[in-house]
């Protein structure tokens, strides 16, 4: 299979989306992965482009326009039999924690006119490999809940604001808010379904990692100690017991900078983060078939 890219925490920088389109256009990849934070923060005041004005605007008309370019996939050949089939070069996404719900009518819309294949709590395909993507967090210390669940139990590390607190875009019920889970939603994702080959594009990373580590060296709440490692304990249980083919993260910005690694392994698993807290983009080129070659480069 042809290179894909995957990026994370764009968080609406047209400069960062020009050169990620700039390298699809050089590069044709056959798949594009965003995982997350996609979008202005709905938090900070708007910029020039923001919420559905982003989405609908300026990120349809650049993904129309990488839907265009011919992308060969090995293997296929036309109905003649004598030139290589082509296709556009497809888009998975979802949104993160800093994207509010209040614009996925509109990322859904995008998906019903082609644009790309929101993912979140869904499958599809790329080839052989099945895709699922997953956009929850554990609990922040921010105040937009929209996309962030409990862990594995109802524990809020210090500091941190619990789902049921916050604000949201989108209401939720009671007990959804207070009884939900990650743990238990990748549990109902994914009973059943063989993931020897699948992929899985998550915003949080996997806790106590390289990509889960953050600023948080001899920092305390209420003379608690905060614990350095902000992933998620359900997605490192997941990986453990599941062992897909690759997950995707983003979330953590700092982590690459403090442990210089932007890869792990867990047992057969290859775990790539896009996250990056320079002004750059991080791009990450991977071939699912290959994944010991994949690259990271800060263009």
């Not at 090995?74 to 030139?83: E, I, N």
Request: with cysteine; aromatic share 8%.
């Amino acid at each position: 299979m042809p290179t894909c890219f995957f990026v994370s925490d764009l968080h609406g920088r047209v400069d960062r989306y020009e050169k990620l389109f700039a390298a699809v256009a050089a590069e044709k990849p056959v798949a594009v992965f965003i995982g997350g934070d996609l979008l202005p923060s709905p938090m900070a005041p708007p910029p020039e482009l923001h919420g559905r004005d982003f989405l609908t605007g300026y990120l349809a008309d650049k993904l129309r326009g990488i839907r265009s370019l011919p992308v060969r996939r090995p293997g296929q050949v036309s109905g003649t039999g004598q030139r290589p089939a082509w296709m556009g070069t497809r888009t998975f996404a979802i949104l993160g924690n800093d994207d509010g719900r209040g614009d996925e009518k509109a990322i859904r819309e995008m998906e019903e006119d082609g644009l790309l294949h929101y993912i979140h709590g869904r499958w599809e395909r790329l080839g052989e490999f099945p895709v699922l993507g997953y956009s929850y967090v554990p609990p922040t210390p921010f105040l937009l809940k929209d996309w962030e669940r409990y862990d594995v139990s109802r524990f809020v590390d210090p500091g941190a604001i619990s789902p049921e607190e916050g604000i949201r875009q989108v209401h939720v019920s009671e007990e959804e808010a207070r009884y939900s889970t990650i743990s238990g939603d990748l549990h109902d994702l994914t009973q059943g379904v063989d993931l020897e080959n699948a992929i899985l594009l998550f915003h949080a990373p996997p806790h106590k990692t390289a990509l889960d580590r953050a600023a948080l060296d001899g920092k305390m709440v209420d003379h608690v100690p905060l614990d350095v490692h902000v992933g998620s304990i359900a997605i490192r249980r997941f990986i453990e017991q599941r062992a897909p083919l690759l997950t995707l993260h983003g979330h953590v910005h700092e982590s690459a900078r403090l442990t210089g690694r932007w890869r792990e392994k867990i047992g057969r698993t290859h775990m790539l983060s896009a996250a990056h807290d320079g002004p750059e983009l991080c791009l990450v080129r991977f071939d699912p078939s290959h994944l010991e070659t994949a690259t990271c480069d800060l263009v």
